[in-house]
């Protein structure tokens, strides 16, 4: 509680029998100070300023700043931001907590007491990542799949029950439960969180940050909330303030209905698509106008999931009836929701539909406009309208096979097909900001003018039999997984009962998945399988091969498994550019699977859709996905079940009492969880033996107080790198190769290959993350030219020979070279990954330099004291003339040692007898980034402090 209340807010609401002290936002008043008219974003931040001022690092003038916000401003005023909780998965849970327990040793060994780590916000973590799809299109694949993920996964497990005894304020919902978003916002997510301090009931909006991007699907239900990277995780577990500056907030307001045939996922495609292209990284976007009050929930949280692929901070919708219908459904109390009704309307948290809140940049969509879509083959914001998939298909092949395949249309084609990135950025520059839906709802290219012209294209087909003596002809194009997977859409009934009714319709059709497609159905909690149960659908998706394969993030993480053996054979042996299509919020270069060149996001139904079709070579509003009993044409429009249908039997299958059983006792897990050995003590007992849990060196060797910070010099480069990089290219989630130097690593310790499991599940161990840095299997290092996955060049010798990232890596730390990263557009986009970080910092790299960045992955670099730089406006490596074959000096990086952070620092790079200086933007954007810096790292600085405070 604040141990200040400068403008006198704390007041005593009482809802039912029971009192709530709360601090009312009406009671900031004062010249230039309009609270009514701020965002619904900003008033929560406002009211967290109000309870935790304590005149030193929240103080009247931040809340006054925050009170009279400039809407047209900006960003330069930094606040303090505590959330009310953290949330983690536990592909960055796992690290999370192995910091945590590092640091209690590091603390002892400062002279400090370890019990003093510990988590001083309450912090929940979802076992979700961790479950593959290696057994499919069976009635037992649920089960086998969760022995095998108990087998491959049981060090992870332990240390995680470990943590849960050793940790006060911990929670674990165990493995085979759902996805961490869904449990969040179906269970954990309170909305007005209430909390006992010095004796008083206190109530505050329901704030947190989690460890996975996606954190944002709770804005669905009002809770303000953000991804962050697993070490700022950490940091608010254990009672420091995210820093941030106050941001522009985007409002993006909302007309009319959903038409008849366009799903929630379509929406949310249209949504990203303009919100991408308008530019909102690093803001908040909030939804408000009459829209939003027919908006229902499910809808809402789709749309707050997608968050990270427009970029944005946040996507938050305010609190109104609908959010209060949700809480019911969900089993939340009637205490509970009376609490949330009389707290948002109390502080004007509630939605009023007629309101115009001061925003700082608008846009505007009427959903009657929205159509059927999908995304891809590469990234979330690349919308496709369903009607022109199969040109868009056949116009982004050709980045994707060689001119040689037969049947290629030569130079028209590839011509014609320049590449699905470049086409949008020719029709749509970054420039470009639609305002209204109109714009942003037209197909982003012209296929029609860019498919070869005679209507052909590349064609590779391969002959495959089946070991049950199955036999087709496999092609580019090919769906080779189908999946109905990821938060997204498993949280939305509406599309969810829409895809199990499509297979019903199509069964009774006589239809069946073509035989080359993996099928798989990885719901977002059991209550889905309660409500598929209840409606009588659940036969129909296993006649299809949509079995239930886990709760879990599965496909849409990596974790998709093998393809079918004989299809994948087929892919390599002729180098086929086949496709995933799946229901999830990720579709990058490398994510899904290492055979399947193409991804594409869809709405379940047509995942189902493409399952019956199996290629997306084909248009599914005239094409036929096969033939009924009598041998006649079956269209999607035959099997596409109407909006009344699907409502009917949302309806008749979901009730609260389901969510209330299925919720009941949420942490407690199976038999195998209950019988998992779990180490105990105040600190963790390591094992040396182990290749999932190590101790990482991030605390060897620190001072009591910081080292001076030094410029940098002799730095060589180890990547040069395009635009669009994402995490999953720094740092990869998916399979590991047993030729890479993460899978040597792991058969020297004795570790089979099919036990190899993935790099998210490794993320315990620092010795495997470092050898997978940069280790992504599509990553294109401009300075290793012709390779394609891990290599750079070694200039420690004179030849400059092609090696591994890790290898070079090796010898330039041995030479006490200092090492930098060249990079374009948004590098670090994608998901929160704490390791694209932490294996740049052990590396040895010591500055990026990049075009722009994304929010998450610049915060989490200084959080690991590497330092982000960006080239001067309108600049990069290209017009400046950088090969990556320089050598770097960084020069005026000292300054921050005076307590100020430096507007540029001075770049050389040297190459033979060519100089190229420029000033170099300093990325460090608050002071309390800067603090991190200073102290090697954002875990450093909280041990140092919570040291001294011992």
């Keep these: 509680m604040a141990s200040k209340d400068s403008f006198g807010a704390k007041k005593t609401l009482e809802v039912g029998d029971k009192s709530y002290e709360i601090f ?9 100070l309009d609270v009514q008219s701020l965002p619904f974003s900003l008033k929560v931040l406002l009211e967290n300023l109000l309870r935790t001022e304590d005149g030193a690092d929240i103080t009247e003038d931040h809340i006054r700043a925050l009170a009279g916000w400039d809407a ?39 002279g400090g007491d370890p019990t003093k780590i510990n988590p001083l916000a309450p912090a929940e973590l979802v076992i979700d990542h961790s479950v593959i799809a290696d057994v499919f299109g069976s009635p037992e694949a649920f089960e086998r799949n ?40 179906e269970h954990l997510a309170r909305t007005v969180f209430t909390r006992e301090v010095d004796g008083e009931l206190l109530a505050y909006p329901d704030t947190c940050v989690g460890t996975d991007s996606h954190t944002t699907m709770v804005n669905g239900i009002g809770v303000v909330g953000w991804g962050v990277g697993g070490i700022e995780a950490e940091a608010a577990m254990l009672g420091q303030p995210v820093s941030m500056l106050i941001p522009r907030v985007v409002g993006f307001k909302l007309n009319g209905d959903l038409p008849e045939g366009s799903t929630a996922t379509d929406l949310v495609l249209t949504i990203t698509e303009m919100l991408r292209k308008h530019g909102v990284v690093g803001k ?18 789709t749309i707050g999931n997608m968050s990270p692929e427009f970029g944005s901070t946040i996507a938050v919708f305010p609190i109104d009836e609908q959010t209060l219908d ?48 999908l995304a891809g083959p590469k990234r979330p914001q690349d919308r496709v309208a369903l009607s022109e998939a199969k040109q868009g298909f056949r116009a982004a092949l050709a980045d994707y096979v060689d001119e040689g395949d037969e049947g290629a249309t030569g130079p028209d084609a590839a011509a014609g097909a320049q590449g699905y990135d470049e086409s949008v950025e020719e029709t749509f520059p970054a420039s470009d900001a639609p305002s209204h ?24 087909p391969v002959k495959v039999t089946l070991e049950d003596g199955t036999e087709f002809e496999l092609d580019h194009g090919a769906v080779t997984i189908a999946a109905i997977t990821s938060c997204t859409n498993t949280s939305n009934p509406s599309v969810m009962i829409g895809a199990a009714l499509l297979a019903k319709n199509a069964v009774e059709k006589g239809l069946q998945r073509k035989p080359w497609v993996k099928t798989t159905l990885a719901p977002g909690s059991k209550v889905v399988s309660d409500y598929y149960d209840k409606a009588g659908l659940t036969p129909y998706l296993d006649k299809l091969g949509f079995n239930l394969v886990g709760y879990g993030c599965t496909t849409c993480i990596g974790n998709s498994g093998p393809l079918i053996p004989e299809v994948s054979a087929a892919v390599n042996e002729k180098d086929l550019a086949v496709t995933s299509v799946l229901s999830g919020n990720r579709n990058f ?146 399979a590991i190769k047993k030729d890479s130097p993460a899978g040597r690593y792991l058969a020297e310790h004795g570790v089979e ?71 374009g557009k948004e590098y670090g986009s994608g998901s929160s990954r704490d390791w694209a970080a932490k294996g740049t910092a052990l590396l040895g790299v010591k500055a990026v330099i990049a075009e722009s960045y994304e929010r998450i992955h610049r915060s989490n670099l200084i959080g690991m004291g590497v330092l982000p730089l960006q080239y001067p406006e309108g600049q990069n490596a290209e017009s400046l003339g950088l090969t990556g074959e320089e050598t770097f000096s960084f020069t005026g990086v000292t300054e921050l040692n005076d307590g100020t952070t430096p507007r540029t620092v001075k770049v050389t790079a040297t190459r033979g007898d060519e100089t190229v200086e420029f000033d170099a933007v300093v990325r460090i954007d608050t002071p309390g980034e800067a603090n991190y810096y200073r102290n090697g790292g954002i875990m450093q600085y909280v041990l140092r402090n919570l040291r001294r405070a011992s």
């Design 24 to 32: 009312r936002l009406d009671a900031v008043e004062g010249d230039g």
């Design 72 to 110: 047209d401003a900006q960003p330069d005023k930094e606040i303090q931001f505590t959330p009310a909780r953290v949330i983690m998965q536990d592909f960055t849970g796992v690290p999370c907590i192995v910091d945590l327990a590092t640091m209690r040793e590091a603390m002892a060994e400062l």
């Design 146 to 185: 969760v022995e095998i993920e108990y087998d491959r996964n049981r060090e992870r497990y332990q240390f995680l029950r470990w943590g849960q005894g050793a940790f006060e304020d911990f929670k674990v919902v165990p493995p085979g439960t759902g996805i961490v978003h869904q449990v969040n916002i």
């Design 284 to 301: 908040f976007v909030e939804f408000y106008g009459p829209g939003v009050s027919a908006l229902p929930l499910a809808n809402r949280a």
């Design 326 to 373: 949700y809480l019911e459904l969900t089993g939340r109390s009637a205490e509970q929701r009376a609490l949330v009704e009389a707290y948002a309307k109390e502080q004007g948290l509630w939605h009023d539909p007629s309101a115009e809140p001061r925003y700082s940049e608008r846009l505007e969509l009427d959903l009657a406009t929205v159509v059927p879509s």
């Design 437 to 460: 839906s109109g714009e942003a709802s037209a197909p982003p290219v012209d296929y029609a003018s860019c498919a070869p012209k005679d209507g052909g294209r590349p064609s590779n």
């Design 589 to 734: 270069e490398g994510r899904i699977n290492p055979d399947v060149k193409m991804n594409y996001l869809a709405s379940p139904p047509l995942v189902v859709a493409y399952a019956l079709a199996g290629s997306m070579d084909l248009d599914l509003f005239t094409d036929p996905l096969g033939q009924d009993q009598d041998g006649n044409d079956v269209f999607m429009k035959d099997i596409w079940p109407s909006p009344a249908e699907v409502e009917r039997v949302i309806g008749e299958a979901m009730s609260s009492e389901t969510f209330e059983k299925e919720y009941a006792d949420v942490f407690a897990g199976d038999q195998r969880w209950q019988e998992l050995p779990t180490p105990e003590g105040d600190t963790f007992a390591w094992d040396a033996e182990s290749t999932y849990v190590r101790k990482p060196p991030y605390f060897d060797g620190m001072p009591d107080e910081p080292e001076a910070v030094t410029d940098i010099e002799g730095a060589r480069v180890l990547l040069k790198l395009g635009d669009s990089v994402t995490t999953d290219h720094i740092s990869p989630a998916g």
């Design 753 to 823: 290959q099919r036990d190899f499991n993935s790099y998210g599940s490794r993320r315990g161990n620092h010795e495997v993350m470092i050898r997978g840095t940069f280790a992504n299997i599509r990553l294109r290092n401009q300075l290793a030219q012709g390779t394609e996955g891990g290599f750079t060049r070694d200039f420690t010798r004179d030849d400059a020979p092609v090696t591994t990232v890790y290898e070079a890596s090796e010898a330039y730390l041995a030479a006490g070279t200092p090492l930098v990263v060249l990079a």
